[in-house]
């Protein structure tokens, strides 16, 4: 079946949202998590539980937040989804995507900081952001920007060079 097929038919997308959910936001993390806590031994570090609350509790929610608004503005503005079998059919310059070229990585990255913190610790949550970063990253620049240049040709290019990859730039407006 043609993907412009796939991406009309709504119990797909469902299916792909439901499926990368599970992928990105649970089994990736509990198998980050699990690594970090290996390579330290499952030791903590001494690093205060007010401090690992602090930067836990806020990332877990505004990671979570960040990437699920992404998603829905791909499904609502892009008509498709996150998940390459039903990508999106239109740019995406509004919404999250203003502010960087990847709000769902920036989203994502932070979530997984966030629960690895309050998991385990702020030792694990910062190896967790950079497991999941680094690769992500790495992923993303030299596969999916050549596929969304292709994709939606001139319309692309401009849009790339005004919007960072994915740290937001301040406004000082």
């Known amino acids: 079946m043609p993907v412009s097929r796939l991406i009309a038919r709504m119990p797909e997308r469902v299916l792909a949202l439901v499926a990368g959910t599970l992928l ?73 995507y203003r502010l960087c070229r990847n709000p769902m990585m920036l989203g994502t990255t932070i979530f997984y900081l966030g629960m690895s913190t309050l998991i385990r610790s702020l030792a694990v949550g910062l190896f967790s952001m950079l497991a999941a970063g680094i690769p992500a990253r790495l992923y993303h620049h030299l596969v999916e920007e050549n596929e969304l240049a292709e994709r939606f040709g001139e319309e692309y290019e401009p849009y790339r060079q005004r919007t960072p990859f994915l740290v937001p730039r301040p406004r000082w407006r």
């Open 24 to 96: 990105f936001a649970v089994a990736f993390p509990w198998m980050v998590i699990q690594l970090g806590d290996w390579l330290m031994g499952g030791r903590r570090l001494c690093t205060p539980r007010r401090l690992e609350l602090a930067i836990g509790l806020p990332s877990t929610i505004g990671g979570l937040l960040l990437a699920g608004r992404a998603v829905v503005t791909q499904v609502r503005i892009g008509r498709g989804t996150p998940v390459h079998a039903v990508p999106t059919r239109r740019l995406i310059t509004s919404g999250p």
